[in-house]
Nanobody, 124 residues
Framework: QVQLVESGGGLVQAGGSLRLSCAAS????????MGWFRQAPGKERKFVAA????????YYADSVKGRFTISRDNAKNTVYLQMNSLKPEDTAVYSC?????????????????WGQGTQVTVSS
């Protein structure tokens, strides 16, 4: 079992920055792929970014490339999402997820454990 707790959400003006954190329980954090997904009101949950446990390869949705950066600190069992140049359309609940699948790292099905999410609101 892996428990995930997100933090760092809040209200920010367009063009601003936020850094989300996701703290994970367990001793095998480094072996998990970690992802960030977001869900806006009335819309389905969508992939934002992911980082592999082995090799640390990163993946991004086209809508956030160049603005968001995912990273992990295995010593702290934590994954981060640095969000810069935020736009009102980035407003959503952001959730982190953990999984060990070799495929589907950018899809919901690639993950077994989910946090409860943190709200990010970007005002115009």
């Amino acid at each position: 079992q892996v428990q995930l707790v997100e933090s760092g959400g809040g209200l920010v003006q367009a063009g601003g920055s936020l850094r989300l954190s996701c703290a994970a329980s367990g001793r095998t954090f480094s072996t998990y792929n970690m992802g960030w997904f977001r869900q806006a009101p009335g819309k389905e949950r969508k992939f934002v970014a992911a980082i592999r446990g082995i090799g640390g390869i990163t993946y991004y949705a086209d809508s956030v490339k160049g603005r968001f950066t995912i990273s992990r600190d295995n010593a702290k069992n934590t994954v981060y999402l640095q969000m810069n140049s935020l736009k009102p359309e980035d407003t959503a609940v952001y959730s982190c997820a953990a999984g060990r699948g070799s495929v589907g790292i950018t899809a919901l099905v690639g993950y077994d454990y989910w946090g409860q999410g943190t709200q990010v609101t970007v005002s115009s």
